[in-house]
């Protein structure tokens, strides 16, 4: 059975670039039958925002309102994929969420959500 | 981007009744629509799929129907496990975008 977990530091300071790890098993994060592997995040008492996707093929897709800051990755070799975050704010502070979707389906494999806060 | 609006944003509703959620996009979206339940400090779980589909597991109290631009979630007959927010989200072009979450209450 697939599984996620995100991985991440906690806190972050403005201006910083932030970094968070999704640890794929019970899977391969090469596999063509799981397409996309995906990053959403929820800021405290707010909705669901997707942040971007990466293809099991390595293209990926961003939120226009964050590309500029975006970047999602994948290592092969870790069985992980990772999303970093620059020049975060306190706008940034939310739980984030990593997930996978089969092709023309929606996220149904989720992870625990790992919370970042953004302060000084 | 394709805007997905959600209504009700909240409601109260007593155990046994009818409830519906419905979830509109800005153009069509074919079936490309999924529910989400979230319960407080808990991961979102997907309800329905493909617009109309169950997720394995989740009960029968819970339905989806629609196509194009305008898709309903309908539970049956609430439980008390129902009360949570509920989320739509649209799949069919990027950027995916979330409705902006119905949250059901107890009356």
């Known amino acids: 059975q697939l599984q996620l977990q995100e991985s991440g530091p906690g806190l972050a300071k403005p201006s910083e670039t932030l970094s968070l790890t999704c640890t794929v098993s019970?899977?391969?994060?090469?596999?063509?039958?799981?397409?996309?592997w995906g990053w959403i995040r929820q800021p405290p008492g707010k909705g669901l925002e997707w942040i971007g996707d990466?293809?099991?093929?390595?293209?990926?897709y961003y939120n226009p309102s964050l590309k500029s800051r975006v970047t999602v990755s994948v290592d092969t070799s870790k069985n992980q994929f990772s999303l970093n975050l620059n020049s975060v704010t306190a706008a940034d502070t939310a739980v984030y969420y990593c997930?996978?979707?089969?092709?023309?389906?929606?996220?149904?494999?989720w992870g625990q959500g790992t919370m970042l806060t953004v302060s000084s | 981007d394709i805007q997905m609006t959600q209504s009700p944003s909240a409601m109260s509703a007593s155990v046994g009744d009818r409830v519906t959620i419905t979830c509109r996009a800005s153009q069509g979206i074919s079936i490309y629509l999924a529910w989400f339940q979230q319960k407080p400090g808990k991961v979102p779980k997907r309800l329905i799929y493909?617009?109309?589909s169950l997720q394995s597991g989740v009960p029968s109290r819970f339905s989806g129907s629609g196509s194009g631009t305008e898709f309903t979630l309908t539970i049956s007959s609430l439980q008390p496990e129902d009360f949570a927010t509920y989320y739509c989200l649209q799949h069919s072009s990027y950027p995916l975008t979330f409705g902006q979450g119905t949250k059901v209450e107890i009356k």
């Open positions: 019970g899977g391969s994060i090469s596999s063509s039958s799981i397409s996309y």
């Open positions: 990466i293809f099991h093929s390595g293209s990926t």
């Open positions: 997930a996978s979707r089969q092709r023309g389906n929606s996220f149904d494999v």
């Open positions: 493909a617009a109309s």
